[in-house]
């Protein structure tokens, strides 16, 4: 055979080994990736044998390495090769792998991916690197199958507490043990020095439903190799979705204590009566090139530019293709898997913008078949441009295309204090007095009124919320300054009493208004982080709560006490629908921008036949003339007494303390 002909006859034969030794389908594009439809990727464990399984129609070939130890500089003691079985790279192992580490990698175009975690680790080792085989039916604490969600109607009865883990408990006044730790938050009868309660009893003091915790799963930034180091952070640079953060443990090299553990904090919360709300970040990653999304399923998870690179709409780098099939069964998975092992009773979505409204809806039906009582909000906007076009993303605009989840409103958060990126800007609770008709629209949760102007609305022409139960009022959170904070740069000339009252003022409106209540952490006590606008890295002296603070401000952390459960006695404040507030809430026409006045008539299941609600921003005592008949004030600018703050009737005109919330009831008729 000449030369030619035998390169040639060699080259068929050679593509024609391949082709046969390399079954596997070529994909054009990620969009052909076919969808795997059952729910045990990961590790499946039994006494007797571990099954691993990976879906990564991108890998040429794909294996997982088992490790005694969580230390990244040694070596595996086994290796096993992965092989495609119904559409995922699969391994078992016929012994009992409880406690053994591992790692999955992959070939791609003829090279091997460096190690990762799977991204379907329910457990890991120190820093997250490696992740862990645990039997999760021996993390359970002793009476974890008796623990049951603490009743719950309806979500506008809900009134939300954010709060960090180690925020709570790591002031050395604080008077807990497991200081910074899951722990901290299930320890009952600690006090300050003074003697004030702090901690979980002073959750159940200020009588929230929900504590809402900052990112609590497995994150990069905090080494949990060196924690007696002095190290923050918010947590908002996700690692392992599945895996409880390690710092918040007592052990991080051991996956089942800080399983153990986050069980622990929820049992604890739920038998104090209290619901717990994660906050999670599913819209990027802390890594991008070498995340365990990309090393294991190559570009599958991550949205591109037309230029090939990663768009950034978190603005931290990257931001997750939601939209693809495997992505969003990955969330709804994740998702359903905190509400089925750890008990947890809602859901914070931070840019929750980024996410697609499919999938939104998607992981809602899921979750809201499991328990309709549920939780789920996030914050409607994003950080930065997204290629995924805007009516597809699960925007505050688009909210009423979502079903059961809530926005944030930032209409009412700027209009009670100012735009957050205008920090001299002053809001109604400040002085501003073009901002009522904005704050207006927050007092009816965003929904739609016969009596909001909304093209005078500072973010919002329109009512974005179906229902009050989409609408998440808010003053201050964890992020930009504390409300506090806020008021000593836009108000500097106002003296320390003057601003405690327009601080009051604020949270009053949040806590009376329609839709639901969000408070941020130690804001009952003036919370301040010294000016710190962006603490996510900055140190315990700045982010704990200091409890002695509570006994310094003991009348503003009873106000808010005593509002909350005003709030939760009468129904007038927490309707639950857009008809029904616009029968039962009627504003007083107003021409000041620094009052408003509203009445609550015969509101459903309500005692009192009317309420009346006057929120006076005027730095002067302000009158304010009432309906007809015989009143008595339950609220002021510093008191909430259901009973009557005098037992004097009032009738006709009345005075409005400067800077103050103020609410009547009309006494019956004999």
């Known amino acids: 055979m000449p030369a030619l002909y035998q390169i040639l006859f060699l080259t068929a034969?050679?593509?024609?080994?391949?082709?046969?030794?390399?079954?596997?389908?070529?994909y054009d594009t990620l969009e052909d990736y076919p969808v795997y439809p059952y729910a045990d990727l990961g590790v499946t464990y039994s006494t007797e044998r571990a099954t691993f399984k990976l879906w990564s129609p991108a890998a040429q070939e794909a294996r997982v390495h088992?490790?005694?130890?969580?230390?990244?500089?040694?070596?595996?003691?086994?290796?096993?090769?992965?092989?495609?079985?119904?559409?995922?790279?699969?391994?078992?192992?016929?012994?009992?792998?409880?406690?053994?580490?591992?790692?999955?990698?992959?070939?791609?175009?003829?090279?091997?991916?460096?190690e990762a975690t799977d991204i379907y680790a329910k457990s890991a080792g120190t820093n997250g690197m490696r992740g862990q085989i645990v039997n999760l039916l021996a993390t359970?604490?002793?009476?974890?199958?008796?623990?049951?969600?603490?009743?719950?109607?309806?979500?506008?009865?809900?009134?939300?507490?954010?709060?960090?883990?180690?925020?709570?408990?790591?002031?050395?006044?604080?008077?807990?043990?497991?200081k910074g730790k899951f722990l901290g938050l299930t320890e009952r009868g600690t006090t300050t020095p003074d003697g004030d309660t702090?901690?979980?009893?002073?959750?159940?003091?200020?009588?929230?439903?929900?504590?809402?915790?900052?990112p609590s799963f497995d994150f990069m930034s905090v080494d949990e190799a060196r924690l007696d180091s002095a190290q923050y952070n918010w947590g908002y640079d996700p690692q392992n979705y599945n895996v409880p953060e390690g710092s918040y443990s007592t052990d991080p090299s051991r996956g089942?204590?800080?399983?153990?553990?986050?069980?622990?904090?929820?049992?604890?919360?739920?038998?104090?009566?209290?619901?717990?709300?994660?906050?999670?970040?599913?819209?990027?990653?802390?890594?991008?090139?070498?995340?365990?999304?990309?090393?294991?399923?190559?570009?599958?998870?991550?949205?591109?530019?037309?230029?090939?690179?990663?768009?950034?709409?978190?603005?931290?780098?990257?931001?997750?293709?939601?939209?693809?099939?495997?992505?969003?069964?990955?969330?709804?998975e994740s998702v359903e898997y905190w509400v089925d092992e750890y008990h947890v009773d809602g859901f914070r979505f931070d840019l929750m913008g980024i996410h697609d409204i499919a999938t939104m809806n998607d992981i809602s039906e899921t979750i809201h078949g499991i328990d309709p009582s549920?939780?789920?909000?996030?914050?409607?906007?994003?950080?930065?441009?997204?290629?995924?076009?805007?009516?597809?993303q699960a925007l505050k605009k688009n909210t009423p295309r979502l079903q059961g989840i809530a926005a944030f409103s930032d209409d009412v958060r700027d209009a009670l204090k100012g735009s957050v990126f205008h920090h001299e800007e002053k809001g109604f609770a400040s002085g501003a007095p073009d901002m009522a008709e904005s704050v207006r629209f927050g007092i009816v949760g965003a929904t739609r009124h016969p009596q909001i102007a909304y093209d005078s609305v500072n973010y919002s022409h329109a009512p974005w919320a179906r229902e009050p139960?989409?609408?998440?009022?808010?003053?201050?959170?964890?992020?930009?300054?504390?409300?506090?904070?806020?008021?000593?740069?836009?108000?500097?000339?106002?003296?320390?009493?003057?601003?405690?009252?327009?601080?009051?003022?604020?949270?009053?409106?949040?806590?009376?208004?329609?839709?639901?209540?969000?408070?941020?952490?130690?804001?009952?006590?003036?919370?301040?982080?010294?000016?710190?606008?962006?603490?996510?890295?900055?140190?315990?002296?700045?982010?704990?709560?200091?409890?002695?603070?509570?006994?310094?401000?003991?009348?503003?952390?009873?106000?808010?006490?005593?509002?909350?459960a005003l709030r939760k006695e009468h129904p007038a404040?927490?309707?639950?629908?857009?008809?029904?507030?616009?029968?039962?809430?009627?504003?007083?026409?107003?021409?000041?921008?620094?009052?408003?006045?509203?009445?609550?008539?015969?509101?459903?299941?309500?005692?009192?036949s009317e309420i009346i609600v006057a929120l006076n921003a005027h730095p002067r005592t302000q009158t304010y003339e009432l309906p007809e008949g015989t009143w008595l004030q339950v609220v002021d600018g510093e008191r909430v007494q259901p009973a009557g703050l005098s037992d004097r009737p009032l009738e006709g005109t009345v005075s409005l303390s400067p800077i103050s919330a103020n609410v009547f009831y009309r006494i019956p008729s004999e």
């Open 13 to 26: 034969l050679s593509s024609l080994f391949v082709t046969c030794s390399d079954p596997r389908p070529q």
């Open 66 to 114: 088992l490790y005694e130890d969580d230390a990244t500089t040694s070596d595996p003691y086994a290796t096993y090769d992965m092989d495609i079985l119904d559409g995922a790279w699969t391994a078992a192992v016929e012994e009992n792998l409880d406690g053994v580490y591992y790692t999955l990698q992959i070939k791609r175009d003829g090279r091997w991916l460096a």
């Open 140 to 178: 359970d604490p002793e009476g974890w199958e008796a623990d049951r969600r603490p009743p719950f109607s309806a979500p506008t009865d809900a009134v939300i507490y954010e709060l960090h883990v180690r925020d709570v408990s790591v002031d050395p006044n604080s008077g807990i043990t497991h």
């Open 198 to 214: 702090t901690g979980l009893d002073h959750l159940v003091e200020m009588g929230i439903t929900h504590v809402h915790l900052l």
């Open 256 to 332: 089942a204590v800080r399983i153990r553990e986050f069980k622990e904090m929820v049992m604890a919360l739920h038998e104090a009566g209290i619901r717990v709300v994660m906050d999670v970040v599913y819209n990027h990653t802390g890594r991008t090139d070498n995340s365990n999304f990309q090393l294991l399923v190559p570009d599958y998870f991550y949205r591109f530019n037309e230029d090939g690179t990663f768009s950034n709409a978190s603005g931290c780098g990257n931001e997750i293709a939601s939209e693809r099939p495997m992505v969003r069964k990955y969330i709804r």
């Open 374 to 392: 549920i939780l789920i909000y996030g914050e409607g906007w994003t950080a930065g441009d997204s290629p995924l076009p805007d009516s597809l």
């Open 469 to 564: 139960a989409q609408c998440v009022n808010y003053v201050s959170c964890h992020d930009n300054h504390t409300l506090w904070d806020r008021l000593a740069i836009s108000n500097p000339r106002d003296g320390i009493a003057t601003r405690q009252r327009m601080h009051r003022l604020a949270l009053a409106t949040v806590l009376t208004s329609q839709g639901i209540p969000f408070l941020h952490a130690g804001t009952e006590m003036f919370r301040t982080k010294d000016g710190d606008e962006n603490s996510y890295q900055s140190s315990d002296a700045v982010n704990a709560i200091k409890w002695e603070d509570k006994g310094r401000h003991a009348k503003t952390v009873a106000y808010v006490r005593d509002l909350i």
């Open 573 to 608: 404040f927490r309707m639950r629908g857009t008809d029904t507030i616009a029968r039962h809430l009627v504003f007083d026409d107003q021409e000041d921008g620094q009052l408003i006045a509203y009445r609550l008539q015969d509101a459903p299941g309500e005692d009192w």
